[in-house]
């Protein structure tokens, strides 16, 4: 379910005409619709209610602090990977208790930082973070909350660079030597091991993977002794997959009936970090056409927004619907849409049919909450365009477009380089 739907012809997100953000905010610019966070954020609460699960969003697929205090009112804690990601979760008072932090880089700063703040757990990636973070706590004179990440060597079938859980990849600890820390965490007198965590991939649409990952996880923790004693929280990750196209993915409810068994045979608390799942159909990226290019061989459409603003079809040949905002009935002819980027990989769609449009016309990128915005960059020297949330019949822009003086700051000309 999103709330972007046409009425009498026009693009609406909830009861909000999307021409009309257009016109007070200017193009392009990310709008993100309030009703649809929250039923998505709800969907998850209610299919896996049974086990009461802590819903962390991954705010590394939406940072936007309005966007990150709607789901907190609803409930949700957070997945965090960095300090930045640390501060904006302070920022909006979310409970410590419901922070969970990973990244196979944690520094010292962040580790001392996070563990001030008192934050659930760190899932933690490998030997010498475990070693660090028990030295940093007993400096600190603090036991640290930690989950094991596991990897557990399960292939999902999404794309190369978003699958995590094979040994192929950078993240995790493997079953034999996260047995071994378990055997030895009396070593790490500063550590507290209350967790295991999985996180097998992003945009994954069948539920089977998963099982897999979560079956292998409980035959572990079955063939452990006394070392799972102190084990509390089975933290199973995100990666639930979205439609963009054609995908048919496995509802909340539909993952939820196939492991919630598993999980509640561990009797251990459920933590769950899912991401694309509830942002990226509650957003869409607005942007204008500037030209209708033809060279005789092809047709480009060329529109204010370029990779930079929206990275994932250029990064990973993602798919994401584009529509008009004014929806027409006018002829349609195959097209490349492209932004102002020197790069030929600079595309937001290819081969689309679409109408012969203007300068002007507004077109919508759908399906793009998740891993839009925060992926943006100033290449090209672009201002990052602004974020809009709508609730109902009211819209706020809730991040700035940026200027050219913010794009300056903080570069100089040192005076060796002056001419005298
Ligand atoms: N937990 C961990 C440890 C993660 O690494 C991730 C995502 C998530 C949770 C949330 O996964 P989700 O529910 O959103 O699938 N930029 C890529 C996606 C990268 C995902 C990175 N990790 C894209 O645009 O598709």
Known sequence: MHDFKFRNKELYCENVKVADVAKAVGTPFYLYSHNTLVDHLTKIQRAFAKVNPIVCFAMKSN??????????????GFDI?????????????ADPKKIVFASVGKTEEEIMIALKAGILFFNVESVPEL?????IAKRMGKIAPVALRINPDVAAATHNFITTGTLKNKFGIDLASTRKILKERKKYKHIKIIGLHIHIGSQIISAK?????????IEFLESLRDEKNDIEYLDIGGGMGIIYKDENPQTAQNYADAILPYLEKTGLKIVMEPGRFIVGNAGIFVTKVLYLKDNGFKKFLIVDGGMNDLLRPSLYDAYHEIVTVKSTSAKTMLMD???????????LGRDRQLPAL?????????STGAYGYVMSSNYNVRC??????????????????ETYEDLLRGETVPSFLKKK
């Open 63 to 76: 940072g936007n602090l309005a966007v990150l205090k709607t789901l907190a009112n609803y409930g949700a």
């Open 81 to 93: 990977v960095s300090l930045g990601e640390l501060n904006k979760a302070r920022k909006i008072g």
């Open 131 to 135: 070693t660090e973070i028990n030295r």
């Open 209 to 217: 993977p998963f099982i897999n990952a979560i079956k292998k996880l």
């Open 337 to 347: 849409v492209v932004g102002p980027i020197c790069e030929s990989g600079d595309f």
């Open 358 to 366: 203007k300068n002007g016309d507004l077109l919508a990128v759908m």
């Open 384 to 401: 990052r365009v602004p974020e809009v949330l709508v609730k109902d019949k009211i819209f706020a822009v809730v991040k700035k477009r």
